[in-house]
């Protein structure tokens, strides 16, 4: 690949990068806060379910994609404690156990 074609495919990358910040900017300020608790909590439990999913084809525990995630989870989403019956309920978790992984304890 010569100097050209790398700086094209750079400045793809860089646009790519921009248009994907832009838009994960507009999903958390103007469309996930108009979400109910409930589309919050499925918004949660689906996020988490990917991420365990990724988690357990890759040969790892998957609770390991939320455990001891709280404080991480809690900056993003003050709201977080009203929701984690719900987010455990959607994951099919009984919720103390689910809660207990979450915190790390």
């Known amino acids: 690949m010569n100097e050209k074609e790398l700086e094209f495919m750079r400045k793809r990358y860089e646009d790519a990068h921009k248009a994907a910040e832009k838009e994960a900017e507009h999903f958390h300020t ?16 689906s996020s988490i379910r990917t991420q365990m999913r990724t988690q357990g084809d890759y040969g790892f525990d998957e609770e390991t994609a939320f455990s001891g995630d709280y404080e ?34």
């Open 30 to 45: 103007i469309i996930y806060p108009s979400y109910t608790n409930d589309k919050k909590a499925r918004f949660w439990a």
């Open 72 to 105: 991480a989870f809690k900056q993003q989403e003050p709201q977080l404690d009203d929701l984690l019956e719900d987010i455990a309920k959607y994951l099919r978790y009984e919720p103390k156990l689910f809660i207990r992984i979450l915190k790390g304890k």
